[in-house]
């Protein structure tokens, strides 16, 4: 047996296995919203207290929004476009870009141990719908901040 019949039937036979979360399922199977779904709840997961206890309940309103100069402004970080450096400029001129979004609710264990529910918004700058399936996670914001930002505040907050 060979073909498409053979993948349909080795990926039910995941099912029952106990197989059903999205991991499973090839890439080319899943939708654009999903595949930016599982960035945003991967970069999600590494901020929380209990990761281990952590469990996805939903994640939607995927929503592309075209961006415009203050929208740039405002990614980077600044209050006008004009406040940008040359390269940051040049950056923009490329062509149209959007803000990818999905909100991601969930629970997890606080430090407490007491199962808490949270809402995170994702984020991330794409060149269209088909590169929000692509998104890298240095690119993914969570609640505003990236990765690295949400890692330097804690250190930070350590060092308080």
């Known amino acids: 047996m060979r073909g498409p019949t053979a993948l349909v039937l080795a990926l039910a036979g995941l099912v ?5 979360h999205a991991d499973f399922i ?6 654009t919203e999903e595949l930016f779904c599982q960035v945003c709840e991967a970069q999600m997961v590494e901020r929380l207290r209990s ?7 939903e994640c939607e309103h995927f929503d592309l929004e075209p961006m415009d100069e203050a929208a740039y402004a405002t990614w980077r970080g600044v ?3 004009d406040a940008l450096d040359e390269m940051d400029r040049r950056i923009f001129s490329y062509g ?8 991601l609710t969930y629970e997890a264990a606080n ?4 199962q808490i529910r949270g809402v995170a918004r994702c984020q991330a700058r794409v ?8 998104v890298g996670p240095y690119a993914m914001r969570v609640n505003g901040e990236t990765n690295i930002d949400w890692m330097m505040g804690r250190v930070l907050d350590s060092l308080e």
Not at 16 to 20: L, N, Q
């Open 96 to 103: 149209t870009s959007y803000i990818a979004s999905i909100f």
């Open 111 to 114: 430090g407490f141990g007491a």
């Open 16 to 20: 029952p296995a106990g197989a059903t």
């Open 26 to 31: 090839p890439d080319f199977f899943q939708s």
């Open 79 to 81: 209050d006008t476009f």
């Open 127 to 134: 060149w269209d719908e088909s590169d929000a399936g692509d």
């Open 51 to 57: 990761p281990s206890s952590y469990e996805r309940l």
